[in-house]
T-cell receptor, first 115, second 112 residues
Framework: DAGVIQSPRHEVTEMGQEVTLRCKPI?????LFWYRQTMMRGLELLIY????????DSGMPEDRFSAKMPNASFSTLKIQPSEPRDSAVYFC?????????????FGPGTRLTVT | SQKIEQNSEALNIQEGKTATLTCNYT??????LQWYRQDPGRGPVFLLL?????KEKRKERLKVTFDTTLKQSLFHITASQPADSATYLC???????????FGGGTRLMVKP
């Protein structure tokens, strides 16, 4: 099994630029989560999808952030325009959500630096 | 407001000893609680899930307890090894759904 795949692994961009992070969940998993991790705030849930439908986006910090899941094997998290305070590690995770299997499988993360 | 507390200070122990990590929570009524391990530069890795009606769960050298009265979970690693050195995160569900809120994690250092 390939696990959750994220790209790019590192992204350095200038303030004001658009950033797109990508995620491929584990095949057969029907829940997908986007998290952000910083030293100050820890691991925070941004948004999650069940069967490609956004269920809860209350963690999305502001309108500059948007996420899509056009099909079961692909999701994007977009930041437009980016700001230095968006610098963090962004994780994607997927879960099978089958008969109580609530464990989440995380990707390697994308380290975003906004200068 | 809902709160999950893990000891933010690193826990240093000697190889072979039992490591015990604590997760306390307030204003939650979780249906289950999970523990994850995170190594530097990597994503968290699922270790154990314990449900509200279970008091204890074991997996190899790992043991988790869940006390819904005290609102506390303890995570034990017996016969600890330097390879167990990592940050350990606890996570609670939201209303029996599959959304999780994570604690800040505790860094464990096992010295040879």
């Amino acid at each position: 099994d390939a696990g959750v795949i994220q790209s790019p692994r590192h992204e350095v961009t200038e303030m004001g630029q658009e950033v797109t992070l990508r995620c491929k969940p584990i095949s057969g998993h029907n829940s997908l989560f986007w998290y952000r991790q910083t030293m100050m705030r820890g691991l925070e849930l941004l948004i999650y999808f069940n069967n490609n439908v956004p269920i809860d986006d209350s963690g999305m910090p502001e309108d500059r952030f948007s996420a899509k899941m056009p099909n079961a094997s692909f999701s994007t998290l977009k930041i437009q325009p980016s700001e230095p305070r968006d610098s963090a590690v962004y994780f994607c995770a997927s879960s099978p959500l089958a008969s109580g299997n609530y464990e989440q499988y995380f990707g390697p993360g994308t380290r975003l630096t906004v200068t | 407001s809902q709160k999950i507390e893990q000891n933010s200070e690193a826990l240093n122990i000697q190889e072979g000893k039992t490591a015990t990590l604590t997760c306390n929570y307030t204003n939650y009524s979780p249906a289950y609680l999970q523990w994850y391990r995170q190594d530097p530069g990597r994503g968290p890795v699922f270790l154990l899930l314990i449900r509200e009606n279970e008091k204890e769960k074991r997996k190899e050298r790992l043991k988790v307890t869940f006390d819904t009265t005290l609102k506390q979970s303890l995570f034990h690693i017996t016969a600890s090894q330097p390879a167990d050195s990592a940050t350990y995160l606890c996570a609670l569900d939201h209303n029996a759904g599959n959304m999780l809120t994570f604690g800040g994690g505790t860094r464990l250092m096992v010295k040879p």
